[in-house]
């Protein structure tokens, strides 16, 4: 249906890169304003200190803002209809009661991978982050965040952005979105917003930030047939060091939407879709998930029969590497 709305529009000039999701994206972020300022806030006092900061505290941080993008990834009009998903409360001082709603967490490895490409990287190499986006709006906030802290903490030295080429799933970000988004942050009033903006749009000019759309993630295929359908969007992500892929969607992707066993390992259920070291980061919102102790979802059927499908859980899922 999104690609009818599409073709719909396109054959209809002057509407012809009429966005039908623009309006619900654009509250979505208003709506959200108090936590993205609490955010931005946040981000710009730990940029000041980062220097001051050692290597514990540095990780402690890098777990936090990670979670913080977990989170975001509730905010997703595909699930609630349309109707408003904003982040009214500040999600920094929810953590530690979310912490334990973590299924699978792979945060550590993460670290461990990011941390010894800085410690061994040369001053002419880079470290490269991927982040397959999913929502705008306040989503789209928590992985800029994420994003400017991989940089400032010079975990990574460029961070590769992937959206959608047409309006998709309601809320999934397109490069307007991506531009709106980030003007919209450097026009606040507030000054660490603001602050927040200038950076990203700096990023931006001098190449440590690269929005990247392909028609691929628009398509009904599962990623492992990626190197075959699209060669070219494998062989930009095997530059990566990591992948970050955002939600659900790219989840059942990733995984074939198949009814696989909750023990199946993540790397059997990628059947064959390695083009680097890769993570999930997503709440749960579909009926598949892969990867989980034996047992363990068994006790979350007993007590919760949605628990797959609330956004209540999330995962960060990692392969690669040991």
């Known amino acids: 249906c999104y690609i009818r709305l599409h073709y719909m529009h396109i054959s209809h000039p002057p509407i012809d890169d009429f966005d039908v999701f623009k309006e619900s994206k654009e509250q979505n972020f208003f709506e959200s304003q108090e936590s993205i300022v609490a955010l931005c806030t946040h981000l710009q006092e730990l940029v000041t200190a980062i220097k001051d900061l050692d290597e514990n505290q540095l990780k402690d941080e890098f777990f936090r803002l990670l979670q ?8 997703d009009l595909s699930l609630s209809g349309g ?20 299924l699978v967490n792979d945060m550590e490895r993460l670290w461990s991978l990011l941390n010894n490409c800085k410690k061994t990287r040369e001053k002419a190499s880079i470290t490269r982050v991927d982040i397959v986006l999913d929502n705008s709006g306040f989503e789209l ?15 990574a030295t460029e961070i ?10 309601v809320s999934d970000t397109t490069i307007h979105d991506f531009n709106w988004l980030i003007e919209q942050v450097k026009s606040s009033n507030h000054k660490w917003m603001s602050k ?35 060669p070219d969007l494998y062989a930009e992500l095997q530059k990566a060091h990591l992948i970050l892929f ?11 939407d198949r009814k696989w066993e909750f023990t199946i390992p993540f790397h059997q259920a990628l059947n064959g879709f390695h083009p680097a070291p890769l993570c999930s980061i997503r709440t749960l919102k579909a009926e598949i998930q ?27 899922q990692f392969d690669g590497p040991l």
């Open 68 to 75: 913080i993008s977990l989170w975001g990834n509730k905010c």
């Open 83 to 102: 109707e408003t998903s904003s982040q009214k409360i500040n999600i920094i001082n929810s953590l530690e009661e979310l912490k334990p709603l973590i």
């Open 160 to 169: 590769h952005f992937y959206g959608k080429t047409i309006p998709w799933f």
């Open 196 to 230: 927040c903006g200038v950076d990203w749009e700096n990023y931006i000019k001098m190449g440590k930030w690269v929005y990247h759309d392909h028609i691929f993630w628009t398509l009904p295929h599962e990623f492992c047939v990626m190197s075959q359908v699209a």
């Open 246 to 256: 955002k939600g659900d969607l790219n989840y059942r992707k990733l995984t074939g």
């Open 141 to 155: 906030v928590t992985d800029l965040v994420l994003a400017d802290f991989l940089l400032s903490s010079q975990l």
């Open 290 to 316: 892969v990867g989980l102790q034996p047992g363990q979802a068994e006790q979350y059927m007993a007590s919760e029969p949605n628990w797959l499908t609330s956004g209540k859980y999330g995962i960060f």
